[in-house]
């Protein structure tokens, strides 16, 4: 599937490159990501001295560098170590990694609908691509199910396949936020009021997200939320918080809630 890359890299873009040849004036590294090789002179491996070059390159290692310049015509393309940031390294490495796991996965989808690799894609791989971002794609058929990839075209089939080898490949990290609820119903059946409270709000949650709450000692309640991003886990909670505590009040109980940091 790497005909989908385009065939040069431009200037400006960050490259996974695996150097081959060491020289005092500077290293050869071949472009992991494309069928092309590149020179890093001297001058761009570091914005220090260099008194050794092999302190600073070795032959097999693979860096993170920056394309500088791109000769069409003679073939040539000039790279930058010192020019790349620690967080643009970061960065590179892990879209690097995801988009390496990504294609190993669509390959096992192939494998397991009886599709060749270049059919899979076709199919299946440049729709979630273009919409989510290719192993995106596949987080989200972890946390949404398959359902999210048949609404954008995706066949029925396929989308199940794409969803039972995230599952069995992919752990998505979740993030949690928390706060405080404070509660209070005097009526005689105050605790069944509470209860209810809280489960309405905990199955108003969709798949995305999971919420729960903890005792801390009445009248007062954790509640938390779990979700795939900060953004997510957030409006979870606000908006538990809020059911909770309308809830309560329709009871003609009394609730506030306060986000813990």
């Known amino acids: 599937m790497?005909?989908?890359?385009?065939?040069?890299?431009?200037?400006?873009?960050?490259?996974?490159?695996?150097?081959?040849?060491?020289?005092?004036?500077?290293?050869?590294?071949?472009?992991?990501?494309y069928d092309k090789r590149g020179l890093l002179h001297v001058s761009e491996i570091s914005s220090s001295w260099i008194r050794n070059i092999r302190d600073f390159v070795r032959e097999g290692q693979k860096m993170v560098?920056?394309?500088?310049?791109?000769?069409?015509e003679k073939g040539h393309i000039d790279l930058s170590l010192?020019?790349?940031?620690?967080?643009?390294?970061i960065e590179k490495?892990?879209?690097?990694?995801?988009?390496?796991?990504?294609?190993?996965?669509?390959?096992?989808?192939?494998?397991?609908?009886?599709?060749?690799?270049?059919?899979?894609?076709?199919?299946a791989g440049a729709i979630i691509e273009e919409k989510f971002g290719l192993y995106e794609g596949f987080e989200k058929a972890v946390i949404e199910g398959p359902e999210e990839l048949v609404k954008i075209g995706i066949p029925e089939n396929l989308a199940k396949a794409?969803?039972?080898?995230?599952?069995?490949?992919?752990?998505?990290?979740?993030?949690?936020?928390?706060?405080v609820l404070e509660i209070r119903c005097m009526k005689p059946n105050g605790v069944k009021i509470i209860k209810e409270a809280f489960l309405t709000a905990k199955s108003e949650k969709t798949k995305d997200a999971d919420i729960k709450f903890y005792v801390i000692a009445a009248p007062k309640y954790?509640?938390?939320?779990?979700?795939?991003?900060?953004?997510?886990?957030?409006?979870?909670?606000?908006?538990?918080a809020q059911s909770v505590v309308s809830n309560i009040t329709k009871a003609d109980g009394q609730g506030t809630f306060r986000r813990e940091k």
């Open 2 to 33: 790497e005909e989908r890359k385009p065939e040069w890299p431009e200037a400006g873009d960050l490259v996974i490159a695996t150097i081959e040849t060491v020289t005092d004036y500077g290293a050869y590294a071949k472009l992991d990501e």
């Open 65 to 72: 560098l920056k394309v500088l310049r791109v000769d069409l």
């Open 82 to 89: 010192r020019r790349v940031t620690k967080r643009e390294r």
């Open 93 to 123: 490495v892990l879209s690097w990694k995801k988009e390496r796991k990504a294609e190993a996965l669509l390959r096992e989808v192939a494998e397991k609908v009886g599709l060749t690799n270049d059919e899979i894609y076709e199919k």
């Open 162 to 179: 794409f969803a039972e080898v995230a599952k069995e490949r992919i752990h998505v990290k979740m993030v949690k936020v928390k706060g």
């Open 222 to 240: 954790s509640i938390e939320a779990l979700a795939e991003n900060y953004k997510r886990a957030e409006d979870v909670l606000q908006k538990a």
